[in-house]
């Protein structure tokens, strides 16, 4: 069974940082590549940026040069840097492993 709990949401202004961190349980952790997605409201789910086992990483188009996903191994923990923050950053933001296991997600609100 592996659990994924995610943390470090909340309301930030436009411009500001957060950072999201996701602790997964079990053993899949340090062999998986590892995701974001986040759903803004009445939109589709979304990949964000995902990280192989090996720190590969891949952005969606709208974060790159500001997002930045890492990961420590020894932690078992992910992690989503996000810089210079919009209002349209807006949504929950969900961390992934490998199907079929979801975090319960973290809102992350960019507003003045």
């Known amino acids: 069974q592996v659990q994924l709990v995610e943390s470090g949401g909340g309301l930030v202004q436009p411009g500001g940082s957060l950072r999201l961190s996701c602790a997964a349980s079990g053993t899949i952790f340090r062999a998986s590549t590892m995701a974001w997605y986040r759903q803004a409201p009445g939109k589709e789910r979304e990949l964000v940026a995902s990280?192989?086992?090996?720190?590969?990483?891949k952005y969606a188009d709208s974060v790159k040069g500001r997002f930045t996903i890492s990961r420590d191994n020894a932690k078992n923990t992910v992690y989503l840097q996000m810089n210079s923050l919009k209002p349209e950053d807006t949504a929950v933001y969900y961390c992934?492993?490998?199907?079929?296991?979801w975090g319960q997600g973290t809102q992350v609100t960019v507003s003045s």
């Open positions: 990280i192989t086992s090996y720190s590969t990483t």
């Open positions: 992934k492993a490998p199907d079929p296991y």
